[in-house]
C-alpha cells in the first residue's frame, strides 16, 4: 500500500525559507512522477512543481526561482527547499505520486496523495 507522509511546515516570517519533505512508503516503481500541490481556504489546490524519476522538473510560474524540487532515492523522500517565501504562499501543502509520464502540474494526474503540511508566511 503507497503511502505519503509529508513533514517541515510551520510558520515563517516572510523572505524566509522552509524545506518540506515528503517520505513514500510502499511506491517501490522505476518510473513515476512525483509532485507538490497547495491549496489556500478557499481556493482550489494548485500545482507548485513536479519531477520525474529520471529528474526533469517543472514549476509553477508563481514559484519559479524560490522554490526548488529534488528526491533522494536512497531515502525515498521528496523535497521542496522554499525561500523568499511570501504570505501568499500561506496554504496546505500537499506531495502527490502517480504512474504516469506527463510530469503535470494538474492534481487530477496524481493517484496518491500525503497529507499536508501547513505552511504559514506572515508579513
Known amino acids: 500500500q503507497v503511502q505519503l507522509v509529508e513533514s517541515g511546515g510551520g510558520s515563517v516570517q516572510a523572505g524566509g525559507s522552509l524545506k518540506l519533505a515528503c517520505a513514500v512508503y510502499?511506491?517501490?516503481?522505476?518510473?513515476?512522477?512525483m509532485g507538490w500541490f497547495r491549496q489556500a481556504p478557499g481556493k482550489e489546490r494548485e500545482g507548485v512543481a513536479a519531477i520525474r524519476s529520471d529528474g526533469i522538473t517543472t514549476y509553477a510560474d508563481s514559484v519559479k526561482g524560490r522554490f526548488t524540487i529534488s528526491q533522494d532515492n536512497a531515502k525515498n523522500t521528496l523535497y521542496l527547499q522554499m525561500n523568499s517565501l511570501k504570505p501568499e504562499d500561506t496554504a496546505m501543502y500537499y506531495c502527490?505520486?502517480?504512474?504516469?509520464?506527463?510530469?503535470?502540474?494538474?492534481?487530477?494526474?496524481?493517484?496518491?496523495w500525503g497529507q499536508g503540511t501547513q505552511v504559514t508566511v506572515s508579513s
Open positions: 510502499g511506491y517501490t516503481y522505476r518510473r513515476y512522477c
Open positions: 502527490a505520486a502517480d504512474l504516469g509520464w506527463s510530469l503535470s502540474l494538474g492534481p487530477d494526474a496524481y493517484t496518491y
